[in-house]
């Protein structure tokens, strides 16, 4: 599996270095020298980690991590800071907007790749073997089995990733456009009705088993998952 970096760098010459040593650790490289680009490149495909400088053109670094932080498409992205200024106020002030890690130019590019990668695997999601209940009904990562006690419940792939996404983003609304971006991927063309097919087929399987109610309809803001009538 090759990770999705996106580099925010408005200098060309260190955005075209750091994308070279990073393309060369098998890394798949997006790169933007602004934020407004950076949107764009992250509306397009999500990152799976954003290398974002300090200073940018129109804003900075920090007040653009900020704003990922504040979405809920964006927030749980890793971000590493890349900067000139080295003081320990201003690491601090990087990292306590939601900074995963904080590297000072200039660096070796097998530093960087180093502290990217150890920031991946910090960040990494639970293992797949973990095994997610709500109320009685299970979904066992490792088996990849949707359960009820000891029933099997059969269940179609797609609806599976939407069960596990919710199950693990529960009591929060996520629109139509959100649930394509994070089930189906940013990339790929759906139309938003084919979120509500796939809630109806989720729903029928569960309705089996009593749990149909979990997925809820949030009236003009989309659905979210919650145990709670």
């Known amino acids: 599996m090759s990770f999705k970096i996106l580099i925010i760098e408005d200098e060309p010459a260190i955005r075209?270095?750091?994308?070279?040593?990073?393309?060369?650790?098998?890394?798949?490289?997006s790169a933007a020298g602004n934020a407004t680009d950076a949107l764009i490149s992250i509306g397009n495909q999500i990152p799976d980690l954003i290398l974002l400088d300090w200073m940018l053109p129109g804003t900075s670094g920090i007040d653009f991590a900020r704003r990922l932080k504040k979405d809920d498409l964006t927030q749980k992205i890793p971000i590493v800071m890349l900067t000139a200024r080295g003081e320990e106020a201003d690491?601090?002030?990087?990292?306590?907007?939601g900074a995963d890690d904080y590297?000072?130019?200039?660096?070796?590019?097998?530093?960087?790749?180093?502290?990217?990668?150890a920031v991946l695997r910090r960040t990494a999601p639970a293992t797949e073997t973990e095994i997610i209940q709500a109320n009685g009904l299970q979904l066992d990562m490792g088996s990849h089995r949707v359960m009820s006690g000891d029933d099997i419940i059969e269940i179609g792939p797609t609806e599976y990733r939407m069960l596990h996404f919710f199950?693990?983003?529960?009591?929060?609304?996520?629109?139509?456009?959100?649930?394509?971006?994070?089930?189906?991927?940013?990339?790929?063309?759906?139309?938003e009705r084919t979120v509500d097919v796939h809630i109806r087929r989720l729903r029928q399987v569960l309705s089996r088993y009593g749990y149909d109610g979990f997925i809820q309809t949030v009236r003009g803001a989309g659905y979210r998952f919650s145990t709670q009538r």
């Not at 075209?16 to 490289?29: K, N, Q």
């Not at 590297?103 to 990668?117: C, D, H």
């Open 167 to 191: 199950m693990t983003h529960p009591e929060r609304v996520y629109s139509r456009g959100q649930l394509l971006d994070r089930i189906w991927g940013s990339n790929v063309y759906v139309e």
């Open 91 to 97: 690491k601090i002030t990087g990292l306590e907007t």
């Open 103 to 117: 590297i000072t130019k200039p660096f070796s590019p097998r530093e960087l790749v180093a502290r990217i990668k």
């Open 16 to 29: 075209e270095m750091v994308t070279v040593a990073l393309s060369r650790a098998d890394f798949d490289i």
